[in-house]
Nanobody, 119 residues
């Protein structure tokens, strides 16, 4: 069982920035597509962005938006930079890793890191 560990959340004022981090194993960072999701209180978990092992990114919203996903495979770290934070960004942020084998899917989730945006 692979383990993903998020960090970097906290209490931030509107307009501020956060950089969330996710660490994992060598195997995860060698093979898996990874992504960031979030779940706000009372809402469903939603995808923010994904990044392949080769660094190709895909954002749910425009890449010119406030979120930037990146990964450093040798350091076994993935990041989510969030700028111009808004109160509606308050959520638990989750790291995800996924690999599609020919007949199965391997997927792992972290425990999440809480980000709260408030004056």
């Amino acid at each position: 069982q692979e383990e993903l560990v998020e960090s970097g959340g906290g209490l931030v004022q509107p307009g501020g920035s956060l950089r969330l981090s996710c660490s994992g194993s060598v195997n995860i960072f060698r093979m898996y597509e990874m992504g960031w999701h979030r779940q706000a209180p009372g809402k469903q978990r939603e995808l923010i962005a994904t990044i392949t092992s080769g660094g190709m990114t895909n954002y749910k919203e425009s890449p010119e938006g406030r979120f930037t996903i990146s990964r450093d495979n040798p350091k076994r770290m993935m990041y989510l930079q969030i700028d111009d934070l808004k109160p509606e960004d308050t959520a638990m942020y989750y790291c995800n890793a996924k690999f599609e084998f020919p007949s199965s899917v391997s997927e792992f989730w972290g425990q999440g890191t809480q980000a709260t945006v408030s004056p």
